[in-house]
């Protein structure tokens, strides 16, 4: 059988559409627009393309982009002071400073200087609290987009078995806490982790965020299991994710591929969590989900 393809492009689009219509709304009856700050420190090429893909998504769905574009000699104070200047703005909904961060910078000092309640990213440690406690809070882009996708593609997440494998900050932990929080029975997977395999053969949803190419095999999954594929990895023959998706999409029931399935979400979700800033949303007491 041939695994059905989950479109992260169309879902992301979606997504993108509805914060579009919501904004016009905003505007429309004299509203400001929601606005999203980026901070990048330095030239690495892949970062530069990454601003530029939240720009583009920034303008499309009508977010006001404002972009701080500092030396890579830059040192940690001048950096915190910018995001001082960005947090005291109140016309700045969201604040980004992309990763990596030149080594003379401490991330975790950076992150934690950032106000919670713009911090689009999910990344601030009361964010990473609030999403453990299932409170309000902006939750981290990926997972969040991750969790989206398995919604919007009709999956019943309730009682089913996930292995998420990976267990980093960004992507592993945070996505585990989601399903846990949409009570999915949840193993996560590392690099020590003995017997994967018997593990990832017994998960209704497979979560792959590891960084290795075409790591997770055909023999691997369960027949007709929603295999999720974060992993962006850049080989000789292009882009390929951590499944062997030719393979894999054999025996799977649903399938996200790479390029064109998890990426696209993570902007979608970075939009959505500006205008959940702009909103307020993420500092009202009670509620639940994300
Ligand atoms: P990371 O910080 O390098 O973490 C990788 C995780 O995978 C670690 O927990 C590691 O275990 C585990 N791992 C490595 N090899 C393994 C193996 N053979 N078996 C089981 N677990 C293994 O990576 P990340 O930032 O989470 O990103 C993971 C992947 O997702 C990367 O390909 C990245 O490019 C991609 N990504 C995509 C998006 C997107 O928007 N599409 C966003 C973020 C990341 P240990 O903890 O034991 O080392």
Redesign the pocket.
Known sequence: MNAKLIDGKAVAQSIKDEIKAEIEKITAGGGRAPALAVVLVGHDPASQIYVKNKRKACHAVGITSVEHLLDESTGEKTLLDVITILNNDDDIDGILVQLPLPKQISEPAVLEHINPLKDVDGFHPVNVGRLVANSPGLRP??PA?ILELLKRSGQDLVGKKVAV????????KPTATLLLHESCTVTI?????RH?ADITRSADILI?????PE?VTADMVKPSAVVID????RTPKGVV??VDFEGVKKVAGYLSP?PG???????AMLMYNTLKAYKGLSRRPVGGGH
Do not use: E, Q, W, Y
Request: hydrophobic share 40%; with cysteine; charged share 10%.
């Open positions: 882009c990926t987009g494998l990976g267990r980093s900050n960004i992507v592993g997977c590392h690099s020590k982790t994967l792959a965020a590891i960084g290795r790591f974060v992993g962006v990895n994710g951590d790479v399935g998890v990426g696209p979400m993570t902007i």
